[in-house]
């Protein structure tokens, strides 16, 4: 399993990024999650997605602001991610488990991260 983080950089308040997952030698209904990780914090849950059926789950700070997706090849999942505010910069994180969880602990492969700041 490998997976490639892509699309952080800097944006101003009430900008907009696309965060992009690309994901390689992975069954074909396994999950893939965005985590995010803030200097001094723990790893937090932003959204996961199910490749195969599309279900979605998201984190209460970021619904209706954030949009996960994946592409119809099921290669790649998508992180939209709109409104943004500065408690929102942090080291971004996707990551492939077996369940729909928000639970880092749930997710055994990760990629590397790619830092999204954004400044007020």
């Known amino acids: 399993v490998q997976l490639q983080a892509s699309g952080g950089g800097l944006v101003q308040a009430g900008g907009s990024l696309r965060l992009s997952c690309a994901a390689s030698?992975?069954?074909?209904?396994?999950?893939v999650g965005w985590f995010r990780q803030a200097p001094g914090k723990e790893r937090e849950f932003v959204a996961t997605i199910n490749r195969s059926s599309g279900v979605t789950r998201y984190a209460d700070s970021v619904k209706g602001r954030f949009t996960i997706s994946r592409n119809n090849a099921k290669t790649m999942v998508f992180l939209r991610m709109d409104s943004l505010k500065p408690e929102d910069t942090a080291v971004y994180f996707c990551a492939a488990g077996s369940f729909l969880s928000s639970r880092f602990d749930d997710y055994g492969a990760w990629g590397q991260g790619t830092q999204v700041t954004v400044s007020s």
């Open positions: 030698g992975m069954i074909f209904s396994i999950n």
